[in-house]
């Protein structure tokens, strides 16, 4: 008798409660793709450090197409706080928000100071010229991911109704 109650009263709930149903997985190719298509229409992005306090420092950068996997290249000054915190704490977060204001992604990883020749020739702007008259100042940080957020009303990728969960992914797991 008490199983039949019990029975009785979770079909109750379940029709009269509003329910918690997950969404179904995201396909990871659209969430690509979306981020793909804002990232490469914004020309700027935040670069978010954290201090030697912890606080979270944001600045706007320039950054490099990225390339597979959302690996992020950034030039910038040798001596400027960004690097000090770096080196502090390489966790870093880089927000891209869709110029038409209907989407953004965010990419959180470790950033690595990089300071080889080759790369730093590969990874160059010749617009940068008056800033690094002689290059000797001129770094480079590297962006490992290890998640992607990302909302894009264009795309349809929005955040779960319940939880507000922006479609993610878990760079660092992907096979």
């Not at 997985?25 to 670069?47: S, W």
């Not at 320039?62 to 000090?84: A, C, D, H, L, Q």
């Not at 990883?109 to 002689?134: C, M, S, T």
């Not at 480079?140 to 992914?169: C, F, N």
């Amino acid at each position: 008798m008490h199983i039949t109650r019990l029975i009785l009263l979770c079909l109750f709930c379940s029709i009269l409660l509003p329910g918690r149903a997950q969404q179904p997985a995201t396909d990871t190719a659209r969430i690509f793709k979306a981020a793909t298509d804002i990232i490469h229409r914004v020309p700027y992005c935040a670069l978010i450090t954290l201090d030697e306090k912890g606080q979270p420092q944001a600045r706007t950068m320039e950054p490099f197409p990225p390339e597979e996997n959302f690996v992020i290249w950034f030039g910038t000054n040798r001596n400027s706080r960004k690097v000090g915190e770096i080196k502090n704490d390489p966790r870093v977060t880089v927000y891209y928000q869709d110029e038409s204001g209907n989407g953004y992604v965010v990419i959180t990883g470790i950033a690595l100071l990089v300071d080889d020749p080759e790369q730093k020739e590969k990874h160059w702007n010749e617009h940068w010229a008056r800033f690094y008259p002689d290059r000797s100042d001129y770094l480079l940080i590297k962006v490992i991911p290890k998640t992607l957020e990302m909302v894009s009303y264009q795309h349809d990728l929005t955040g779960d109704k319940v939880t507000w969960r922006a479609p993610h992914i878990e760079l660092g797991k992907r096979k």
